[in-house]
């Protein structure tokens, strides 16, 4: 937004480094930026998730892409946000994806999100979680001690370990129909 000031532009897409990757999209696709509003929202679509893809890597937050969309792979322990926002379009949090993140206390999910992995936060210093109504893999949340609020949303079975070890946990809410709570 600095950007945006300093270079008396319109818009952060209009930004001297981000135009750079619009250029290269255009050029790898041969679409022309500034014809029509329908292509330059495209392009930027495009552009911000480069951006966005980039930062995050180099920031040791990995993602693999397949057919039905992205997983998150790594997201390292040794970040020190204490907020995550996991990316608009994953559909699934891998095994251990976020093991031992002892500052990341938030995680914010997206609706496109479909599973998350055995032990995906365990020994994280999480202190609120949602678990959305979604496929979960065993021990998400293992041992981890600043976890105060938990939210299980769902229905079936309950995962089995979803909060043990969680020593610090003070309000629980069990949203869905469970039949089974291990």
């Known amino acids: 937004r600095l950007a945006v000031v300093c270079q008396d532009v319109n818009s952060l897409f209009d930004v001297d480094t981000v135009m750079s990757i619009t250029n290269r999209v255009t ?27 980039v930062m995050m890597i180099c920031d040791g937050v990995l993602y693999d892409v397949t057919p039905k969309g992205y997983v998150m792979t790594v997201y390292p322990a ?8 996991v990316a608009d379009g994953t559909v699934r949090i891998d095994f251990m994806a976020a093991l031992n993140n002892k500052n990341l206390e938030t995680l914010v999910l997206p609706e496109s999100l479909g599973y998350i992995g055995n032990y995906a936060f365990a020994e994280s210093g999480m202190t609120e979680f949602t678990v959305p ?50």
């Open 27 to 53: 050029e790898l696709t041969g679409a022309s930026y500034g014809q029509s509003t329908k292509m330059d929202v495209s392009l930027r679509v495009i552009t911000d998730h480069t951006r966005a893809s």
């Open 78 to 85: 040794a970040k020190e946000d204490k907020e995550f926002r």
């Open 133 to 182: 109504p979604v496929a979960v893999g065993e021990y998400i949340l293992l041992d981890c001690p600043s976890l105060k609020k938990l939210v299980i949303r769902g229905e079936g079975s309950m995962p089995i370990g979803i909060a043990m070890g969680c020593t610090g946990l003070t309000d629980v809410t069990i949203d869905g129909d469970f039949i089974n709570v291990s």
